[in-house]
């Protein structure tokens, strides 16, 4: 074959090699359309309110556009609003991890039924919220309930006595912390579970203490599990409303509460966009929050 003719199919060959790749190129991945419709589910559900929520957070009720609803939640009753947010959510956090902690540790060295029992009713647990779980605690803890008057009969002792009050602060704080903590139990245990009994053994092999066990093997392979599991416990407690709506009857400055009021009407003139704006503000805050959790599992896969 001439060199003429070898140059001619070579080239030949290319141009038909080519063509496909260019084709792909410009070519829809049929693979995509199988998330079409979720996506447009998001799109609906989440994208579309979050977007109207925002148009109206930057108008006034005469349609102009104005920043004054988003400086307002620098002072006043709104600033005061997500301090007690803030506070609420990272005593639920801080107590929460710690018990929901110590619980993974207690089931980690449990086996048989009660081991299963523990995870089931942290499960249970987990889900129960709202008014429910508010009425739980108002009929056990409130003035008149079954262990306010068992303490007070059986042992003597007031609960009411001091500064305790079921809804108060302090009284929301303990209901946040009942599906706090087994939900700290359901999402940090798996990191537990990942502790091998090898590593234990070689520590006790090498001559290490308990502490030295504690101090270079389990808190560096647990650590990003924790803080993982404590930010979405941040943002669990920062964004919870029905359980602190039906405790504290809007009486506590909560954001989400704040929300609400906003939202059933309880307004005042020309600022119907303020529970717009806070919705925003708390949006914002949970982003944060898992951009966070993001990144703290980014560096813990890298490690």
Known sequence: MSQTSLQSTLSHQTAEGALPVAKRMFRLDKSFLGILPFLALIGYFFFYPLAVVFNESIHDSHHHLTASAYKALFG???????????????????????IGALICWAVVKT??????????????LTSTGGIPLAFSFIAAFGQEGLVTKILLNVFHWDIYGGA???????????????????????????????????????????????????RFVVIPV?????????????????????????????TIPLVPLLIGNLVNGEVLADQANQGDAL??????????VFGLYALVMRVSRKK
Request: glycine content about 8%; some cysteine; overall charge negative.
């Open 76 to 98: 006043g009753d709104y600033r005061n609003a997500f301090i007690g947010s803030f506070e609420l959510a990272a005593y639920s956090m801080a107590i929460s991890a710690i």
């Open 111 to 124: 086996q048989g039924h009660a081991r299963k029992l523990i995870i089931a009713a942290a499960g249970v």
């Open 164 to 214: 305790f009050d079921i809804y108060n602060f302090w009284g929301i704080l303990l209901v946040y912390c009942f599906f706090q903590a087994p939900l700290m139990v359901i999402i940090f245990i798996p990191a537990v579970e990942n502790l091998k009994v090898e590593w234990q053994e070689a520590n006790e092999t090498l001559g290490g203490s308990r502490i030295a066990y504690l």
């Open 222 to 250: 647990l650590a990003p599990a924790f803080i993982s599991s404590c930010l979405l416990l941040f943002a669990s407690g920062f964004s919870a409303y029905a359980t602190a709506a039906a405790m504290s009857n809007g």
């Open 279 to 288: 919705a925003m503000g708390m949006i914002l805050v949970c982003v944060l």
